[in-house]
């Protein structure tokens, strides 16, 4: 991923939409990322009115993926492709990530004009900050501890498993209920064994809406028992 620099002089796509979603004291989400989008696009119209056409091209990258999270957003049935579900996840994503740098900066910072800062070498705190790395490290360790660093970002930011909701439809149980009655009365838990938690939830909401339209009759000896459903007796 590209990540854009803050410096005196200029400041970033990320930078100022970080801005936007803080100072509204908003999460970074799809939906509130689509809330500051006209906000974004009005400070773009202000550096185009400044001249400033060396950086705009930055922001008008960012600002059409603003454009499509919320049109996704106010048309949530609007088909995307593959490419743009990710450009979408990808925002969300890198803000989130800068958001934390900013934050480790500030940190840093701060824990870095605490003294002393090597307490254990005192002969050190007169000196002035300064990096010594040791004779044998050499450009490629150096690199590999740099991806080593980047590596464990990844880790934090890849999802750890992806849950897969399926739907059940309560019409699709109440058929499944009326095929399965006969003269035979049934047990409700040999009727649900073997399946998931939301599957038996709807199957129970399906019992309660045939009992309702005097389909079937249920019968319990006692609480918590298994129920007994049977086809409901005709009425003389």
């Given amino acids: 991923m590209h ?3 803050e410096f005196d002089y200029y400041k970033g796509p990320l930078d100022t939409l970080l801005e936007l979603i803080e100072g509204k004291k908003m999460e970074i989400t799809t939906v509130n990322l689509a809330e500051v989008t006209t906000d974004f696009l009005k400070y773009v ?3 185009e009115a400044q001249g400033r ?25 609007l088909p995307l492709s593959e490419d743009e579900e990710s450009d979408i996840k990808n925002l ?12 480790a900066q500030i940190l840093i ?26 004779t044998t490290l050499s450009h490629d360790a150096l690199r590999r501890a740099i991806g080593k660093v980047s590596g464990e970002l ?10 897969k909701s399926e739907i059940i439809h309560l019409k699709h149980k109440i058929q499944e ?4 009655i006969s003269d035979v009365p049934f047990s409700f838990k040999d009727m649900h064994k073997g399946r998931g938690r939301g599957e038996v939830v709807v199957m129970f909401l399906a019992i309660l809406h045939l009992i309702k339209d005097q389909i079937i009759d249920v019968a319990q000896e006692r609480h918590f028992d298994d129920m007994i459903v049977a086809k409901a007796a005709k009425k003389q």
Avoid at 120 to 133: H, I, K, Q, V
């Fill in 3 to 5: 990540y854009e620099l």
């Fill in 45 to 47: 119209e202000t550096l």
């Fill in 53 to 77: 056409r060396d950086t705009i091209a930055d922001f008008l990258v960012v600002a059409s993926k603003l454009i499509l999270i919320k049109s996704k957003v106010l048309l949530p049935a």
């Fill in 92 to 103: 969300e994503a890198r803000l989130k990530l800068y958001q934390e740098l900013k934050q």
């Fill in 109 to 134: 910072k701060e824990k870095w004009n605490v003294y002393p800062q090597m307490a254990e070498r005192e002969f050190l705190m007169s000196m002035d900050t300064f990096f010594f790395p040791p």
């Fill in 154 to 163: 990844e880790k934090i930011l890849r999802p750890v498993a992806v849950v």
């Fill in 177 to 180: 209920i009326i095929d399965r």
